[in-house]
């Protein structure tokens, strides 16, 4: 037994199989997913395309998953000589 603050589409299924039991903490709690890109690879098409698609996975099939455009300069930052987030 033990309580964890977890996404909803993480646990749904075993939720839906009677395995967890969820609870709500007040409306809930919302957080962004980011990718990390590595400098200079943040506009190859193969990128682009791939989190293009898991975008589109996640706001498709997962419950309680909703897109979010980001506003500029919201979101993690790059540490010195870490490579660059996008």
């Known amino acids: 037994m033990g309580i964890a603050a977890l ?3 993480v646990v749904e ?3 839906r199989q009677g395995l967890v039991v969820t609870k709500t903490l007040g409306e ?5 997913l980011y990718a990390a890109v590595r400098d ?3 506009r190859q098409p ?3 395309a791939f989190i293009r698609s898991a975008r589109n996975h996640a706001c498709d ?9 980001r506003p500029s300069g919201d ?3 790059a540490r010195p000589g870490s490579p660059t987030l996008r």
């Open 75 to 77: 979101g993690p930052t």
């Open 13 to 15: 299924s075993f939720e």
């Open 28 to 32: 809930g709690l919302w957080s962004r």
């Open 40 to 42: 200079g690879e943040q």
């Open 7 to 9: 996404p909803h589409w």
């Open 46 to 48: 193969v990128t682009e």
């Open 61 to 69: 099939h997962l419950p309680f998953v909703r897109s979010a455009e």
